[in-house]
Each structure stands twice: as C-alpha cells, then as structure tokens.
C-alpha cells in the first residue's frame, strides 16, 4: 500500500471517531457551539479529571471597609434574595427595572433577584432588564446584585426552557448521570455558563447534589445525577468547573440532601429519616466535596430531619444542620442560602416573619423569597434591635456576601 493510501485510511478513521465523539455530545448543542467545546476540550486548562478548585481575589480589608460603610438596615437588606414581583408587591410579571424598582430597591436593597421563565421575554429585553437593575444596586449600595435562575437542565431550566430566549435544551441529569461520563457533565455546565453569562446572570440555583437514595422520588428522580454517591460528587464537580468557567457561580442543593424523600417540600412538610451517621456516609459527600473545592453557594432545603435534630423542625431553620452539619463539620465558609421561604413545608407552620428570624439564627447567610419580604425584613431589623439576634451574626454572614460580590468584580470564577 502506497504512502497516499495509508494516509488516506489514517485520515478516514480519525474523522470518523470525531463524528462519533461529537455526536456524544448532549443534545441542543449547535455546530459553534460543538466546536467551542471540542477546541475547549483539548485544551489543558479544561481537563475535567483536574481536580478543580476555586479562589477568591478579594482580601478580608476590602470586605471589611465596605461593611463598616453599611448601615444595619443595609446590611440586613443585603440578606434576602428575591423576584422582582416580591419586592415591589405585585402578582404580575415584571419584565423590566421601572420606577416601583427603583423606589422599592432604595428603601430595602436586597441582596439579589431570582427571575423566573415569565420574566424573560427576549435575549435583548432580559439583558437590558439585568443590566438596569445592576445600574441600580450599584447606585444604592455600591455593589452588584447577586442575579439568579434556576438553570438545572432537563425539567427545570427556566431560560431553555423559554423558546423565546433562544437557548437549545440540555437533558435530564439522570440521563447525564446514567452516561458516568463526567466531560458531559463538564460540556453542559459550561454551555449554560456561557448562555447565562451573556443574558447578565452571575448565581444559577445548580447543580442538583441530592443522592437519589429512593427510587420512588419523584421530585429529584429526573434531577439527580443518580443514587451513587461518589458518581453525584463528580458530576457535580464537573458541571460546576464548566459553569464557573463563564463567572457563573453554581449552588449545591438540596443541603443536607432530598434524594431519601418521599414527599415534596413545596406542598408541606417533608421528612427523612436518616441520622446523622447516614447522611455522612451518603448524602453529605458532595457538599462535603463543595465545601473543598470552594463551592461559594450551598442551598439549604426544607425537610425534616427529626433522627437528627430530635423534632420535624426544617433543615433552613435548624441550627444542628445550618450550624452543626454545613459550618461544623463540613467546614464551609460559603453563602448558605435557604430554598425559596415560600415553599409549603415552611408557609404551612411559620409566618415569613418567624421564619426569616429562625433561618438567620439557625445560620443562614441569605433569605429567598420569603412570602412576604416586608414582613421577613422587620422582624429580622427588629429581633436585632431588641437583641435576640446579634449584629455580630448579621456581619459574620454579610461579610461572605459582600465577598462573592467583590470577587464578582474583580475576576474570574475558574
């Protein structure tokens, strides 16, 4: 065989393993966006066996200065993440920063909105909108707003999943998941990243790091990575490194874990009963791997854990897991954000006043979408005023958002 013919059999077979290789690819991908991630992937900086890690650019003098300038009534502002529906009253979609905003943005400046499918008319009107509430928290409080979705891919992708945005769908990350190849994992956080990034987001309420230990969870069945442990804490870790990889930060939910469930917690109240002895060997591996890597938002959800804390008191509001499990014994030092205070398993036994006040005593960094943010905001203002909350424990939490803000500005995530 001549040299011509070897080199055209040569050349045959490896385009043929780059079809099959890009065909792998999760669906939803188009051609240059293909193309960004194969190029990516040869690249050395994006090895998704690497293990990644993230660092902040931001010293403890700069945070410091910034606290000191901040009211409490700023600082506790700064606390609650909310819709753009929540803060200025109205049930109605909001699709852009107007004048109510802006009115009700001066006399709380919270700390972040989370926007919803119904808020997103367009990739121009979306950006325009974000932008404009930047322009406003900047001129308020001298900082960004943390800018939030939940992205998770498959059945919760609140920007994919509008047709009008744009944005090709990813699938299920138990289809991910099922694969056990985490470069898939890695393709999808980063295309999202690059999406989210463009429209102005900079928090996506992703990944999922629930352990499917309960086949017959129906909320987390097609959310989860899946019910092996070590599995859920690489897939994680590989979506993340991609999501960061655009200055998106990722959040790991459901703390201390919701795959064991049974029921939903947006309906009512919600109940594992695993010890503590159990999570750790299963549900806390990846957010124990969260909190090596520097996972800067940790998601804590509502269910019970009475084997663990003796009573059905939900996990945001339980200072044995905020404190004892995420700060204690997992040793993270990020921003512990609660699952939306709307939900049922808290609205069904807490006013948004008792709830806001038991979270942050419990340890939470930040509050999201408390079912009424007027009340949730006083009641905290007023247990710090009359003492039964410390300003000491207002800072302690401030401090970590005011951290993530900076980094925000000053570098990239990965």
Do not use: W
């Not at 079809?19 to 240059?32: D, M, V, W």
């Not at 991609?242 to 795959?259: D, E, M, R, V, W």
């Not at 890597?293 to 940790?298: L, S």
């Amino acid at each position: 065989m001549s040299v011509i013919a070897i080199i055209s059999v040569i050349s045959v077979i490896i385009f043929g393993a780059y079809k099959i290789y890009e065909n792998s690819l999760p669906s939803g991908f188009n051609a240059s966006s293909r193309e960004s991630i194969l190029s990516n992937s040869r690249n050395k900086s994006h090895n998704a066996t690497k293990k990644y890690r993230f660092r902040f650019n931001v010293s403890n003098e700069e945070v410091d200065k910034i606290l000191k300038s901040m009211t409490l009534e700023d600082k506790i502002a700064q606390m609650f993440m909310v819709t753009p529906e929540q803060l200025i009253g109205v049930k109605n979609a909001v699709t852009s920063t107007n004048r109510a905003t802006y009115k009700r943005f001066y006399a709380i400046p919270v700390g972040g909105i989370m926007y919803k499918s119904e808020n997103l008319l367009d990739p121009n009107q979306t950006k325009n909108m974000i932008s404009s509430f930047q322009s406003l928290s900047q001129s308020r409080v001298s900082l960004p707003a943390l800018i939030s979705v939940d992205e998770e891919g498959g059945t919760v992708a609140r920007v994919s999943k509008n047709h009008a945005m744009n944005v090709k769908d990813s699938p299920n990350m138990s289809d991910v998941g099922a694969s056990k190849k985490t470069i898939k994992a890695l393709q999808i956080g980063r295309y999202m990243g690059k999406y989210l990034s463009d429209l102005g987001f900079n928090v996506d309420f992703a990944p999922v790091a629930d352990v499917l230990t309960n086949p017959n969870n129906e909320l987390m069945r097609k959310r989860s990575f899946g019910s092996d442990s070590n599995l859920v804490t690489n897939m994680t870790s590989a979506f993340t490194q991609g999501l960061q990889s655009s200055n998106i930060f990722a959040t790991y939910k459901h703390f201390p874990g919701h795959g064991s469930t049974k029921e939903d917690s947006h309906k009512g109240i919600t109940i594992s009963d695993l010890n503590e002895k159990e999570l750790e060997h299963v549900d806390l591996k990846p957010f124990k791997d969260a909190s090596e890597i520097g996972v800067q938002f940790i998601m804590v959800s509502h269910v019970s854990y009475p084997k663990v804390t003796g009573d059905n008191t939900p996990a945001s509001m339980s200072e044995k897991i905020v404190t004892g499990l995420a700060r204690k014994k997992l040793k993270y030092d990020g921003v512990l954000i609660s699952d939306s205070m709307g939900m049922g398993a808290i609205t069904n036994s807490f006013s948004s006043g008792q709830a806001a006040v038991q979270g942050i005593r419990a340890g939470l960094d930040m509050l999201l979408c408390p079912q009424d943010i007027s009340v949730a905001y006083k009641s905290v203002l007023r247990a710090v005023r009359n003492g039964s909350i410390s300003e000491k424990r207002i800072d302690e939490s401030v401090r970590r958002i005011i951290r993530v803000k900076l980094h925000l500005e000053s570098s990239s995530l990965n």
